[in-house]
C-alpha cells in the first residue's frame, strides 16, 4: 500500500521556467510533510518542510503548497536552473517515521 | 553532512553469505533509521532504533536484522544475503519530534551501494 502518491515520475523543464511536483496522501495521522533533493551518488538532503495547519511556505525559490482538505501537497521551484537537476521526494511523517512517495527525477535544461 | 558516516560505502558479496553495515554518528541524535533506495520504489524503511538498544521494524524488513549497543553505532545486518538486497542503503538520523523543524529533521548519510551476486 503506496502511502504517499508522487506524480510525475520525471519532469523536464526550460531554464527559468516553474517546476510543479505533486503528493498526495490518505492518512490524516500524518503531521509533517518534508521534501528532500537528491542529486546523484549522495544522500538526499532536506530542502523544505512544512506542517498541516499552514497552507503555503516559501524559503527562497522553493514554495510548498498544502491542501489539507483534499489532502494534497505540492513542491514549486521557480526560475528553475540546471543546477536544480535532482531527484525530488516528498515525505510525510507519522510519530518519528517518514514515508517517501517514489521520487520525481527532474531536469533543467540550459 | 550532518556527522553521519556509512561504512563500507561499496560491497560486492555473493549470494548466501552475512553482511553487516555500519552507521556512525556523531551528532548524539535519538533516532537512527536504515532505509534501501530502489529504482522505482523510493525510499523504504527497514529498521528504525529510537534509543540505545530500542529498536523496531519498518516496512520493509523481512531479512534483516539491526542493533544498536551505543548511541553513535547502528548495525545493518543481512543474515544470508539475497540478490533480492542488491540495493542502495541509506542511514538517517533524527533528533525526533519537536516545535522548531529543524528538529525534525532526518539527515542522511552518505549510502552503502551493495551488489549480491
Known amino acids: 500500500q503506496q502511502q504517499v502518491k508522487q506524480s510525475p515520475q520525471s519532469l523536464i523543464v526550460q531554464k527559468g521556467g516553474i517546476s510543479i511536483i505533486n503528493c498526495a496522501y490518505e492518512?490524516?495521522?500524518?503531521?509533517?510533510f518534508p521534501w528532500y533533493q537528491q542529486f546523484p551518488g549522495k544522500g538526499p538532503a532536506l530542502l523544505i518542510a512544512?506542517?498541516?495547519?499552514?497552507s503555503e511556505k516559501k524559503e527562497g525559490r522553493f514554495t510548498i503548497s498544502f491542501n489539507k482538505s483534499a489532502k494534497q501537497f505540492s513542491l514549486h521551484i521557480m526560475d528553475s536552473q540546471p543546477g536544480d537537476s535532482a531527484t525530488y521526494f516528498c515525505?510525510?511523517?507519522?510519530?518519528?517515521?517518514?514515508?517517501f512517495g517514489k521520487g520525481t527525477k527532474l531536469t533543467v535544461n540550459p | 553532512d550532518a556527522g553521519i558516516t556509512q561504512s563500507p560505502r561499496h560491497k560486492v558479496t555473493e549470494t548466501g553469505t552475512p553482511v553487516t553495515l555500519r552507521c556512525h554518528q556523531t551528532?548524539?541524535?535519538?533516532?537512527m533509521y536504515w532505509y534501501r533506495q530502489d529504482p522505482g520504489h523510493g525510499l523504504r524503511l527497514i529498521h528504525y532504533?529510537?534509543?540505545?538498544?530500542?529498536?523496531d521494524k519498518g516496512e520493509v524488513s523481512d531479512g534483516y536484522s539491526v542493533s544498536r549497543s551505543k548511541t553513535e553505532d547502528f548495525l545493518l545486518t543481512l543474515e544470508s544475503a539475497t540478490s533480492s538486497q542488491t540495493s542502495v542503503y541509506f542511514c538517517?538520523?533524527?533528533?525526533?519530534?519537536?516545535?522548531?523543524?529543524?528538529?525534525?529533521?532526518?539527515?542522511f548519510g552518505p549510502g552503502t551501494r551493495l551488489t549480491v551476486l
Open positions: 538517517a538520523i533524527s533528533g525526533g519530534r519537536g516545535v522548531i523543524d529543524s528538529y525534525n529533521e532526518q539527515f
Open positions: 492518512n490524516t495521522a500524518f503531521d509533517y
Open positions: 512544512i506542517r498541516p495547519d499552514v
Open positions: 515525505a510525510a511523517r507519522r510519530t518519528e517515521k517518514l514515508v
Open positions: 551528532e548524539n541524535h535519538r533516532y
Open positions: 532504533s529510537y534509543g540505545v538498544k530500542d529498536t
